[in-house]
C-alpha cells in the first residue's frame, strides 16, 4: 500500500458552493500542499477527510480503508492540526491535556510537554486568552503528541510569526520519515511550499492540477514583454495574461518553444505564488 | 551546510537564480567531487537529510542524486545510501576536460552572438593567460 491518503471521485453540494470530482494521491513518505484562493473548497475537503462532513459521492481511503468505516482506528493514527480552539475556550492547558489524551492509544504525556515548553505555551491561561499563534501551536503539540503517522493540518501557518514558521518547517521536517505523510493546506503561499513534495491545487470548487511540485516548477515560466510582442501564436501560449500599459505578464506551459522562438521575452523560474496567482485569473478569464 | 567527517560540503540554494534547485545541487556537489574535496567512497547525506537541511523537497534532492548517479559522480548502494563513486584518475581528467570543453562552446557561442572573430576571440584567451 503506497499511497497514504486515496481521493477519488470525492463530491459534496452546497447551495451556491459543490466540489467537483476531487481526485489526488498523496504517496506514503511526502508532503503535499493543498493550495487555493479562500473558498476554493480547502477546508470542505480536509473537513470529509476527517470524516466531519458526510460527503455526496466518491471515495476516501486513509492508511487504505475506508475513512468512514474504520474512522476511529484512522484517526488515532492521524494528528489533526485545525483551529479547534472553540471547543477549549474555557479551559487551560492541563484541562485539554486531561480532555484530549485519552482520545488516543498511543498518547505520549512526555512528548505534550516537551512541545508545550518548546513552543512557551502558557500554562495557567485559559484558552479563550490565547492569540492565534498560541492556539496554533497547542493543536499542533496535540497533534505531534500521539505518535500520529499522517498530519493533516488546515491553514496551519494562519497566524504564526514569521520566526515560529521557519521552526515549523524544522518540526514537520524531523517528523516525517519513508512510513509518514503530511497534507496541508493554505490560501497563502507560505514558507511551507519549500519543503512540499507535491501540491494539488484547488479553485472554485475543482482540482486544477496535482503533481509534485518538482514538475509543476520546471513546467510552467513567467513570461514578460512588451505589448507589441503579443500576437495570435503567442497568445495561445499564455495563461493569465495580464496586459499593463508598459507590457505583458503571464504563466506559461510552453516554456522552451517561448525561449526559442521569442528571444525578445523574459521567462523566469515562478513561485507557486506565480503558478497560482495565473490560473486563478486564467480561470476567472472562461467563466 | 551539511557538516560532514571534518569537511564541510557547501550546498547554498539561490531562490533567484535562474537554475532549477536540483540543478544548483548537481553542480555543487559535482565541483566538490571534481575539486576532491569530497573523497572518492565517502558518503553524502541521506536523500531525507540533505532535504531537512536544505528545507527543500525530497524529490529535489532525489532528483539530483538521480543526476549525479546518471554522471557517474555517485553510486546509491540499497539500504546504504550514496557514496561518492571510485573512480580512476584518468577517467576524472577526461570527465573534467568534457566539462571543461563544454565551458569553451559556451564561450564560443556567446562570442559567435556578439560577432567576435575567431583572431579577437584568440586574443582575449592570451591576454587572460596571462593575466589570471
Do not use: C
Amino acid at each position: 500500500m503506497d499511497n497514504i491518503i486515496e481521493v477519488k471521485g470525492l463530491k459534496k453540494k452546497y447551495e451556491g458552493f459543490s466540489l467537483q470530482d476531487i481526485s489526488f494521491n498523496l504517496k506514503k513518505g511526502y508532503i503535499m500542499g493543498f493550495i487555493g484562493p479562500n473558498g476554493a473548497g480547502k477546508t470542505t475537503t480536509i473537513k470529509l477527510l476527517m470524516n466531519l462532513l458526510k460527503k455526496d459521492g466518491g471515495e476516501i481511503k486513509i492508511f487504505g480503508q475506508d475513512n468512514v468505516r474504520y474512522e476511529k482506528s484512522i484517526k488515532d493514527r492521524i494528528g489533526f492540526v485545525y483551529d479547534n480552539s472553540e471547543f477549549y475556550d474555557e479551559l487551560n492547558i492541563r484541562d485539554v491535556k486531561r480532555f484530549v489524551a485519552p482520545l488516543y492509544s498511543r498518547w505520549d504525556n512526555k512528548a505534550f510537554e516537551e512541545y508545550i515548553k518548546t513552543f512557551n505555551l502558557p500554562v495557567k491561561k485559559k484558552v479563550k486568552d490565547f492569540s492565534k499563534g498560541m492556539k496554533m501551536k497547542l493543536s499542533l503539540a496535540l497533534a505531534l503528541s500521539h505518535h500520529a503517522e499522517l498530519l493533516i493540518m488546515d491553514e496551519p501557518t494562519s497566524g504564526l510569526d514569521p520566526v515560529f514558521r521557519q521552526e515549523f518547517l524544522d518540526i514537520i521536517q524531523d517528523f516525517m520519515d519513508e512510513s509518514k505523510g503530511v497534507l496541508f493546506s493554505s490560501h497563502i503561499t507560505s514558507d511551507l511550499d519549500k519543503i512540499a513534495d507535491y501540491v494539488t491545487f484547488i479553485n472554485n470548487g475543482s482540482i486544477v492540477l496535482t503533481s509534485s511540485k518538482e514538475e509543476v516548477m520546471e513546467k510552467y515560466g513567467v513570461v514578460k514583454g512588451g505589448k507589441d510582442d503579443i500576437n495570435d501564436d503567442l497568445r495561445q501560449k499564455l495563461i493569465g495574461l495580464h496586459e499593463g500599459k508598459f507590457g505583458f505578464e503571464a504563466l506559461t506551459s510552453d516554456v522552451d518553444s517561448i525561449r526559442t522562438r521569442y528571444k525578445n521575452l523574459v521567462v523566469e523560474r515562478p513561485t507557486m505564488e506565480d503558478i497560482m496567482l495565473y490560473l486563478v485569473r486564467e480561470g476567472k478569464g472562461n467563466v | 551546510m551539511y557538516k560532514h567527517r571534518g569537511y564541510f560540503m557547501n550546498i547554498i540554494i539561490s531562490n533567484s537564480s535562474v537554475e532549477a534547485i536540483y540543478v544548483q545541487i548537481v553542480h555543487q556537489i559535482r565541483k566538490q567531487i571534481l575539486t576532491g574535496d569530497l573523497y572518492e567512497g565517502e558518503a553524502l547525506p541521506s536523500i531525507r537529510s540533505l532535504a531537512r537541511e536544505l528545507q527543500i523537497s525530497v524529490i529535489t534532492t532525489k532528483h539530483a542524486y538521480e543526476e549525479l548517479e546518471r554522471e557517474g559522480m555517485i553510486e546509491t548502494v540499497r539500504g546504504k545510501g550514496s557514496f561518492v563513486a571510485r573512480q580512476n584518475k584518468e577517467l576524472l581528467r577526461e570527465k573534467r576536460r568534457n566539462i571543461l570543453e563544454g565551458k569553451l562552446a559556451d564561450v564560443i557561442q556567446e562570442a559567435r552572438l556578439l560577432k567576435i572573430t575567431r583572431k579577437e576571440l584568440q586574443e582575449m584567451l592570451d591576454v587572460l593567460l596571462e593575466e589570471v
